[in-house]
C-alpha cells in the first residue's frame, strides 16, 4: 500500500493506492498553522485509512524549500510554523515506512506531465497561481536538477519598488490589496492588470526553461484564460520565434495526489 500527502499552504490531502495508479477519494482538511498538531493528524488519518496494513512508501509534498537532504522545510512564507521541523523523521518513526518529501508544486507538475495538461510532451513547466506562485521544470518525467528547488514567484518584476512576481500576481497579493478573494476579482477591470502582471512572468518563464509545454494551475488558473495569456506572452516576446503550448492544468485540486503516487511509480519501478 502506497500513500500520497499533499500539504499546501491552505489544505492538506491524503489518499492511498495499491498500484500508484488508482487511487481512493482523498481526505482533505484545513492545513493546521501548528505543525505539530498537523503531523498528528496526518499520522492519526493514515493509520486508519491504512487499516493495520504494511505501507510500503509515502510521497509528501510540502509548499516551501526543502532541505539538501529533503528531511525538512528551511523556508515557507505560507508555511513558516513549519519551518525546521523533521517531518519526514517523524512520519517514518511513527508510520514504520519511506517517506519521500518533495516541493508541492514540484510533485503537482509531476503529476500534469504523467496524467494532465503535459501528456506526451517532453519538457514540461509547471506554473501554479494560488496562494503563491510556484514552478517546476520537468524534462522526461524527472524533476530538473537544482540546489534548493525553483521559486519563480521570487523572481524581481518591478526594479524600483523590487516587488516579485508574487507580491504582483499571487491570491495573498490580491487579497491584501484589494480585500478580496480572487473569485471576487475574476474579470473585473483590476483582473486585466492582474492577468497582465501574470503574462509578464510567464513570458519569462518560459525565456529562462525553454519548455514544450507551459502548464498553469493553482486555485487562480481557472479564471485565466489561455488564449489571453498566448497573445499577450506572444505581444512581450522578441527572442523565441514560437511560444510553447499554453495549456491551463486539468488535475484540480488534486493534481498532488496524483504527481505524488506517479513519483512513487516512478522511484519504486511499479
Known amino acids: 500500500m502506497y500513500f500520497s500527502c499533499d500539504i499546501g499552504g491552505t489544505k492538506t490531502r491524503i489518499a492511498k493506492s495499491l498500484d500508484c495508479l488508482n487511487f481512493d477519494e482523498p481526505i482533505i482538511f484545513d492545513t493546521p498553522a501548528n505543525p505539530i498538531d498537523g503531523l498528528e493528524i496526518i499520522i492519526k488519518?493514515?493509520?486508519?485509512?491504512?487499516?493495520?496494513?504494511?505501507?510500503?512508501?509515502m510521497s509528501v509534498g510540502i509548499a516551501g524549500v526543502l532541505s539538501h537532504d529533503h528531511s525538512c522545510l528551511i523556508k515557507s512564507p505560507h508555511l513558516s510554523a513549519w519551518e525546521k521541523i523533521p517531518i519526514k523523521d517523524k512520519l517514518e518513526k511513527e508510520l514504520y515506512t519511506k517517506v519521500h518529501l518533495e516541493n508541492d508544486t514540484d510533485i503537482v507538475g509531476l503529476g500534469e506531465y504523467f496524467h494532465g495538461a503535459?501528456?506526451?510532451?517532453?519538457?514540461?513547466?509547471?506554473?501554479?497561481?494560488?496562494?503563491?506562485v510556484g514552478g517546476a521544470k520537468i524534462n522526461n518525467g524527472k524533476f530538473e536538477k537544482n540546489k534548493y528547488g525553483f521559486e519563480p514567484g521570487f523572481m524581481i518584476?518591478?526594479?524600483?519598488?523590487f516587488q516579485n512576481w508574487e507580491d504582483l500576481s499571487s491570491g495573498?497579493?490580491?487579497?491584501?490589496?484589494?480585500?478580496?478573494?480572487?473569485?471576487?476579482?475574476a474579470q473585473t477591470e483590476n483582473w486585466v492588470k492582474i492577468e497582465s502582471d501574470i503574462a509578464v512572468g510567464l513570458h519569462n518563464i518560459i525565456i529562462a526553461w525553454s519548455p514544450d509545454v507551459l502548464v498553469i494551475g493553482g486555485g487562480m488558473s481557472k479564471d485565466l484564460d489561455a488564449?489571453?495569456?498566448n497573445n499577450?506572452?506572444?505581444?512581450?516576446?522578441?527572442?523565441?520565434?514560437?511560444?510553447?503550448d499554453i495549456k491551463i492544468a486539468e488535475l484540480g485540486s488534486v493534481g498532488g495526489i496524483y504527481g505524488?503516487?506517479?513519483?512513487?511509480k516512478k522511484y519504486y519501478s511499479i
Open 172 to 185: 495573498t497579493a490580491i487579497q491584501k490589496k484589494l480585500n478580496k478573494e480572487p473569485k471576487q476579482v
Open 45 to 57: 488519518q493514515i493509520r486508519a485509512m491504512a487499516q493495520n496494513l504494511e505501507i510500503t512508501a
Open 232 to 244: 499577450k506572452i506572444k505581444s512581450l516576446m522578441k527572442i523565441h520565434p514560437t511560444l510553447p
Open 227 to 229: 488564449e489571453r495569456m
Open 118 to 132: 503535459g501528456r506526451g510532451y517532453g519538457t514540461c513547466v509547471y506554473i501554479t497561481i494560488s496562494t503563491g
Open 157 to 161: 518584476l518591478n526594479n524600483e519598488t
Open 260 to 264: 505524488g503516487f506517479a513519483f512513487l
